[in-house]
């Protein structure tokens, strides 16, 4: 496909490219990984100023997200890359294979800084999800922090690089400039820019800044900063289309495979039998999402490869609120059990007055099944990110659900995260949303195919 910049996004490119040090601060959906990727490939294959480039990220966003976008743009699609996930061994061997980029996840920096030591071979560092590196006592921030100096390019990637207080900079600024601009400590950056809040007799708890703090610190960092929100590119479709790549690992994969070759796996002493086409598609979506129902509707979980991707993405609005829509009640039942140590006001919509707590933002994530408000609801005063943890195949579901948030009285870009697992009936039922021709005939056409190409035939 070919790459056509918005001006915003060229423009954030040229910076990447020009300065060896750049924050970027982009809302979820405005491009941040190909804006990153076409600066990276114009750095090393166009003016040779980069060898080889470190990509820190969660681990889901680390197994496909970046080497899904770069083989998406034609400008991009030759970058090869070396994924340092798994065991000891494999994170050795991929380390140490050729590659342009390598992408590891944020709880292996501190190995690989300790594995290369004084050797270390990245002259640019890419972190995505900034915000993970907002706390100066993390180990992965020591030991990035103990490499710096030996980092000739660094970009930081971020929609909210201060979800909580203006303290959070500090850290996530330190390994831009090394203390340049806030400070070499934090304590130095508190005391001049904040005063003590919540206290007793020997602690202060919390700190508020002080009159004009704010305006202060981001006038320290504009040259390295841009911060963009995505209701001030008029240039932007009100609707944008986020795809994140899910990974399954080895055991899912050999599940997923056997039941879309055989229509039966066993899993402990059952089996799941999907005896006809429209039952396997079924499976495979219920595969997809990380259970299966039995014979007996039992649910029988498999993997939890799409539940750590969800957890990611949420951890990553850091605090926005958020409709996830679920397509079985598994789904629905697994989420919440994962979303229960968050903190977060979690709600299942049940009727009028989740409609009311929403919009006046008393839910910070409300879950629904598509079938159960794709009509009528007004929920665009409540938030602007809608989540399909799992896929319907009915076009005219999927539009109307996601209508509930992008309507009159929306004041920002409604953005639509899809969870999509590579090489799966995910893949085939986001392709028919896109194609505009959901229809359960157009899956199962699609599902023909793929059983002839496991088969052989």
């Not at 970046?66 to 798994?86: M, Y």
């Not at 056997?258 to 006809?276: F, K, N």
């Not at 799992?390 to 539009?399: D, T």
């Not at 996601?402 to 090489?423: A, D, S, T």
Request: aromatic share 8%.
């Amino acid at each position: 496909m070919k790459y056509i910049p918005h001006a915003y996004q060229a423009y954030c490119e040229r910076q990447i490219v020009e300065k060896p040090a750049l924050a970027l601060w982009l809302d979820m959906g405005l491009g941040k990984t190909s804006i990153t990727l076409s600066a990276v490939n114009e750095l090393k294959f166009n003016r040779f100023e980069v060898r080889k480039v470190l990509v820190i990220a969660p681990k889901k966003v680390a197994e496909a997200t970046w080497q899904a976008e770069a083989a998406k743009w034609d400008h991009t699609k030759h970058l090869r890359f070396s994924t340092v996930l798994g065991g000891l061994q494999k994170r050795i061997r991929a380390v140490n294979a050729p590659a342009d980029l390598y992408v590891i996840n944020r709880d292996n920096v501190k190995w690989l800084v300790d594995y290369f030591r004084n050797d270390w071979p990245f002259d640019m560092v890419v972190i995505d999800e900034a915000s993970s590196f907002k706390s100066q006592q993390a180990q992965r921030w020591k030991a990035l922090k103990s490499v710096r100096p030996h980092i000739r390019r660094i970009v930081e990637l971020t929609g909210t690089p201060a979800p909580h207080s203006l303290l959070d900079l500090w850290p996530q600024v330190y390994l831009l400039d090394q203390g340049e601009r806030l400070g070499r400590t934090v304590g130095g950056f508190r005391e001049r820019y904040f005063n003590p809040d919540k206290r007793d007799a020997t602690r202060v708890f919390t700190y508020k800044p002080k009159d004009g703090a704010e305006q202060a610190v981001k006038a320290l960092l504009s040259d390295v900063c841009i911060s963009m929100r995505a209701e001030d590119y008029l240039e932007l479709p009100d609707v944008v289309t986020d795809i994140i790549p899910v990974q399954l690992d080895g055991k899912a994969q050999k599940d997923y495979d056997r039941l879309e070759r055989d229509a039966l796996l066993p899993v402990d002493e059952r089996m799941i039998d999907a005896g006809s086409a429209g039952v396997l598609t079924n499976k495979l979506l219920q595969l997809c999402n990380g259970a299966v129902y039995d014979s007996s509707k039992t649910v029988c979980e498999l993997h939890n490869c799409k539940m750590e991707a969800f957890m990611e993405l949420i951890e990553q609005l850091n605090g926005q609120h958020a409709l996830v829509f679920y397509n079985f009640q598994h789904d629905r039942d697994r989420m919440l059990a994962a979303l229960r140590k968050t903190g977060l006001r979690v709600q299942v919509y049940g009727g009028p007055a989740d409609q009311e707590d929403w919009n006046a933002g008393r839910i910070d994530l409300l879950l629904a099944h598509p079938a159960s408000c794709a009509y009528g609801l007004n929920l665009q005063q409540g938030g602007h990110h809608i989540i399909w943890f799992g896929l319907n195949w009915s076009l005219e579901l999927y539009q109307q659900a996601n209508k509930r948030l992008h309507r009159q009285g929306q004041r920002e870009p409604v953005i639509v995260h899809h969870l999509v697992v590579q090489g799966g009936m995910d893949e085939d039922v986001m392709a028919s949303l896109e194609d505009k021709s959901a229809t359960q005939d157009s899956l199962l056409d699609a599902l023909k195919a793929r059983i002839q190409k496991v088969k052989g035939g």
